[in-house]
């Protein structure tokens, strides 16, 4: 037996149910199912009066939520999903501060080892770059030991 067909309402809960969404992630779900007639704007309007869409609070699950990724990355992401650049910006500061750290951590995870030759040192570039960290806290990675890297 088919379940009903949702409501455009309890869509938009069950994918907020699911994760956190900025408004125009949300939005763009929801308009591929409203009807004519009914507003999508306004639907979201209500779920950010209520408390149940909120850009802050999805940009706090972002940065607090991985520390496997670079600050470049966790922003494009946010980017990408459309979030408020002004929140964007709010976050940013805190990311690349605490880069090196996580920077280390995953290295220290898939690696442990300095390079020992080029293609090794590429590899590890590769890796670290890859998952979003700048260029400098990679190249501080790289060159010292675990011991020597500044919490």
Same mark, same amino acid.
């Given at each position: 037996?088919?379940?009903?067909?949702?409501?455009?309402?309890?869509?938009?809960?069950?994918?907020?149910?699911?994760?956190? @969404?900025?408004?125009?992630?949300?939005?763009?779900?929801?308009?591929? @199912?409203?009807?004519?007639?009914?507003?999508?704007?306004?639907?979201? &309007?209500?779920?950010?009066?209520?408390?149940?869409?909120?850009?802050?609070?999805?940009?706090?699950?972002?940065? +607090?939520? +991985?520390? /496997?990724?670079?600050?470049?990355?966790?922003? @494009? &992401?946010?980017?990408?999903?459309?979030?408020?650049?002004?929140?964007?910006?709010?976050?940013?500061?805190?990311?690349?501060?605490?880069?090196?750290?996580?920077?280390?951590?995953?290295?220290?995870?898939?690696?442990?080892?300095?390079?020992?030759?080029?293609?090794?040192?590429?590899?590890?570039?590769?890796?670290?770059?890859?998952?979003?960290?700048?260029?400098?806290?990679?190249? /501080?990675?790289?060159?010292?030991?675990?011991?020597?890297?500044?919490?």
């Amino acid at each position: 037996m088919p379940r009903p067909s949702l409501s455009l309402r309890g869509r938009g809960l069950g994918y907020l149910a699911r994760r956190e @969404h900025s408004r125009q992630e949300l939005g763009a779900k929801l308009r591929r @199912h409203a009807a004519q007639g009914e507003d999508v704007d306004a639907l979201l &309007d209500d779920f950010e009066q209520r408390g149940w869409l909120s850009e802050r609070r999805l940009v706090q699950q972002v940065i +607090t939520g +991985t520390k /496997r990724f670079g600050a470049a990355r966790l922003l @494009h &992401d946010l980017r990408r999903r459309g979030v408020n650049e002004s929140l964007i910006r709010e976050a940013a500061d805190p990311l690349r501060r605490s880069e090196l750290a996580s920077a280390r951590a995953v290295w220290q995870k898939r690696f442990g080892a300095l390079p020992v030759d080029a293609p090794s040192r590429i590899k590890q570039n590769r890796f670290l770059r890859g998952r979003g960290f700048s260029s400098g806290t990679i190249e /501080r990675i790289l060159r010292t030991t675990v011991d020597e890297v500044p919490e």
